[in-house]
C-alpha cells in the first residue's frame, strides 16, 4: 500500500491529539462508571448505613409507596412510572407532566421518606459517570466524547493495523518507562478493543440519540416527528379515565403474580390513570439474559390482564434499545459478568492513564509540569472514591466532601509533586481502603454475594492501579531512567 | 516518538478544513446514507439502527476526512454525495 507511511503518521497525529484531549474525561467517567456498574448494591449497602439494621428480605414495601403517594395528593388521573431496586428498599418514581403540572422526581426509601435527590454516593458517582454535575451541557460533552472516542479507536486500530500481533504480544518491561508505557499501552488496548468500542457506541447512543436520528426522522416523515413518536412510546393506556377515584390496595400481589407467572423479575411498573377507576398497570420484567423483556398491561379494578407482549412480538426499536441498554448496564448474566466488566473497565482506565502518561513523557521537556495537571485529577478521583466510600459510614450526603477531596488532592500535587505524589497517593488510597475494608467486613454479615461486591471493587480498584504504577516505578529504580522529579 | 510531520496537514487552516469536512460532512453523508437505505428498506427501521451504526459511520468518515488527500477533493465528495442522496430522497 502506497499510503501506509502516511496512513500510520496521519492517523498516529488524530489518535495522540484525540487522545490528549479525552484521556483525563474518559478516566474519570471509566472510573465513576465501573463503580455506577454496581449501582443498586451500593444503594443498598447505603440503606443499611442510614438504617443502622437488615431489612428483612422479602419486604414489599410498594404498597406503601402507593398509599404514600395516594395521601399526598394531586396525582390522581397522572401517568406514573416507578422503578424497583433489586432488594424491593428502593423506588424511584417519575411522575409524568402534563400542561397543568409539571414532570416530578422521588426517590424512595424504605422508610417512606422522600429522600434528597442525589445526595447519595451511588447517584453522585452515576451522575458523573454522564458529566451531569456540568450544567446544562454535560450530557452533550459526554455524547461528543463519546464521538471522539470511537474516532480515537479507530485511529489507534489503524496506527497498529501493520504489527497488530506482533505488538500485542511484546512487553519490555525492563527497557525504558517510555517503552513500557507503550508496550502496555498496546497490549492493554488491544485487549480491552471490543469492550471500549462497545461502551463508546451505546454510551453515544444514550447520550446524542436525537442528534444521530433527527435529520432522517425530519425527512422520511416530511416534517412531522409524531408519526416517530409513536414507535418510541411504550404501551399506551387502552382506556380513558373515568374521574372516578379507586379503592386500591393490592399492588404488590400484581407484581407478584406477574413475577411468578412470566418467571421474570419486575424491571418497571408504569401506572396509567393513577387512583382512578379506569387506572392500568403496565409491568415490564426481564431475565437475566440480554434482550428478554416481556410486557403485561393489567386493569387494575377486576385484575383481568389486558395485553400481553413477549419478547418474539416486540418492536425493532424496543430489540435495539434492550440490546444497547444491556451490554452498557451488564444487565445479563447476574454478578460475575459485572465484575468482568469492571476489571475490564478499569483496565481501560490504565490504558487512558499510560496514553496520557506517553504524551507527557515524550514532551516534558516543552511542557514543564503538564504532568501534574494529569497525576492530580486522576489520584485526586482515586483517592476521593475511596475516602466518600468510607465517610459515607458517618456523612449522609457526601457530595460536598467527594468534590472538596478530589480538589485538595488535585492540589496538592504542587506542593509534593512527581513521583513523590504518587507514592503518598498509593499509600494514602490504599490505607482508606484498608479501614474502610475493616470496617465492611465488622458491621456486615455476608449472606449473599451482592455483599462482597463493595469489597471486591475497592481492592479490585487498588489492585489493578498499584501493580500498574509498582511495575512502572520498578522500572524506574531499575534502569534509571528518570522521571524528573520537579522540585 | 511523535508522528512525522512531513505527512501532516501544513497550516492550521487546512487543519479547520479537514475537521469541518469530518465534523459536519461527515454527519451529512452518514445521515445521507441511511437516507439511501431508507429508500429500500423500511424507513422506521433503518432510523432504529442508524441510532448505533450512526455512532460507527460517522468517526469512521472523521477520520476519512483527513486522510483524503486534496481537502478540496474531500469536500466535494462529503457535501455534494450528501446533497445528491438527500435530494433524492426527499423527493421520493
Known amino acids: 500500500m502506497i499510503l501506509n507511511n502516511r496512513l ?85 418514581l417519575f411522575v409524568a407532566g402534563d400542561s ?22 451511588n447517584d453522585l458517582l452515576y451522575h ?35 504489527k497488530f500481533f506482533k505488538d500485542f504480544f ?40 436525537l442528534i444521530l436520528i433527527i435529520p432522517q426522522v425530519l425527512v422520511q416523515f416530511n416534517g412531522d416527528t409524531s408519526k416517530m413518536e409513536k414507535y418510541f412510546e411504550d404501551v399506551p393506556a387502552t382506556v380513558e379515565s373515568l374521574n372516578k377515584p379507586l379503592h386500591f390496595n393490592e399492588l404488590s400481589s400484581f407484581v407478584n403474580e406477574f413475577e411468578m407467572e ?40 377486576t385484575g383481568v ?75 485526586g478521583l482515586i483517592v476521593a472514591v475511596i475516602f466518600s466510600f468510607l465517610m459515607r459510614y458517618w456523612v449522609a450526603s457526601v457530595t460536598t466532601l467527594f468534590y472538596g477531596v ?37 458491621a456486615e454479615d455476608f449472606n449473599s454475594i451482592h455483599k462482597l461486591t463493595i469489597p471486591f471493587m475497592c481492592i479490585a480498584a487498588m489492585v489493578v492501579f498499584i501493580l500498574y504504577q509498582q511495575t512502572a516505578l520498578f522500572n524506574i529504580k531499575k534502569t534509571q531512567t528518570t522521571r524528573t522529579n520537579k522540585e | 516518538m511523535p508522528a512525522n510531520k512531513k505527512y501532516l496537514a501544513e497550516s492550521s487552516g487546512q487543519k479547520i478544513v479537514s475537521l469541518f469536512n469530518g465534523f459536519i460532512g461527515g454527519y451529512l453523508l452518514s445521515q445521507s446514507f441511511h437516507l439511501l437505505f431508507g429508500l429500500f428498506f423500511d424507513e422506521v427501521n433503518v432510523i432504529v439502527v442508524s441510532v448505533f451504526t450512526m455512532m460507527l459511520v460517522w468517526p469512521t468518515f472523521m477520520v476519512l476526512a483527513f486522510l483524503i488527500k486534496p481537502r478540496w477533493l474531500c469536500s466535494l465528495i462529503y457535501f455534494g454525495s450528501s446533497f445528491l442522496i438527500m435530494s433524492i430522497a426527499y423527493n421520493l
Open chain 1, 262 to 301: 412470566n418467571e421474570v423479575s419486575l424491571n418497571y411498573l408504569r401506572i396509567y390513570h393513577f387512583g382512578d377507576e379506569n387506572m392500568q398497570l403496565l409491568m415490564a420484567g426481564r431475565k437475566d439474559e440480554v434482550d428478554s423483556e416481556i410486557k403485561s398491561l393489567y386493569q387494575a379494578s
Open chain 1, 170 to 209: 511484546l512487553l519490555r518491561k525492563r527497557k525504558k518507562r517510555l517503552t513500557f508505557l507503550k508496550d502496555s499501552h498496546v497490549a492493554l488496548g488491544v485487549i480491552t478493543l471490543p469492550f471500549q468500542l462497545m461502551f463508546a457506541v451505546t454510551g453515544g447512543v444514550f447520550c446524542l440519540l
Open chain 1, 8 to 92: 500510520h503518521n496521519i492517523s498516529l497525529n488524530l489518535h495522540t491529539v484525540s487522545g490528549v484531549i479525552l484521556c483525563v474525561i474518559l478516566f474519570v467517567i471509566f472510573y465513576c462508571g465501573a463503580f455506577a456498574l454496581f449501582k443498586n448494591d451500593i444503594a443498598a449497602w447505603e440503606e443499611r448505613v442510614d438504617l443502622q439494621k437488615e431489612l428483612p428480605s422479602g419486604t414489599n414495601l410498594l404498597d406503601d409507596v402507593y398509599h404514600n403517594l395516594q395521601n399526598k395528593g394531586n396525582y390522581q388521573n397522572r401517568e406514573i412510572l416507578i422503578f424497583q431496586f433489586e432488594d424491593k428498599s428502593n423506588f424511584k
Open chain 1, 100 to 121: 397543568t403540572y409539571k414532570r416530578e422526581f422521588f426517590h424512595f426509601t424504605d422508610r417512606l421518606k422522600e429522600r434528597p435527590n442525589y445526595t447519595s454516593l
Open chain 1, 406 to 442: 478530589w480538589i485538595l488532592w488535585a492540589v496538592l500535587v504542587f506542593v509534593i509533586g512527581g513521583n513523590k505524589y504518587v507514592r503518598i497517593s498509593k499509600l494514602v488510597a490504599l490505607a482508606l481502603t484498608l479501614i474502610f475494608l475493616t470496617h465492611y467486613f465488622l
Open chain 1, 128 to 162: 458523573i459517570h454522564y458529566l451531569r454535575p456540568i450544567p446544562i451541557a454535560g450530557i452533550y460533552i459526554a455524547g461528543i466524547v463519546c464521538l471522539l472516542f470511537v474516532f480515537s479507536i479507530i485511529t489507534g486500530v489503524l496506527v497498529q493495523l501493520k
Open chain 1, 305 to 379: 390482564l389486558v395485553e400481553h407482549y413477549s419478547n418474539e412480538e416486540a418492536a425493532l426499536f424496543e430489540h435495539v434499545n434492550n440490546w444497547l441498554s444491556d451490554l452498557h448496564y451488564a444487565n445479563f448474566g447476574g454478578v460475575a459478568v459485572k465484575f468482568i466488566y469492571f476489571i475490564l473497565a478499569l483496565i481501560s482506565c490504565v490504558v487512558f492513564y499510560s496514553g496520557g502518561l506517553l504524551w507527557i513523557e515524550t514532551r516534558k521537556k516543552k511542557l514543564k509540569r503538564i504532568d501534574f495537571y494529569f497525576e492530580g485529577i486522576i489520584w
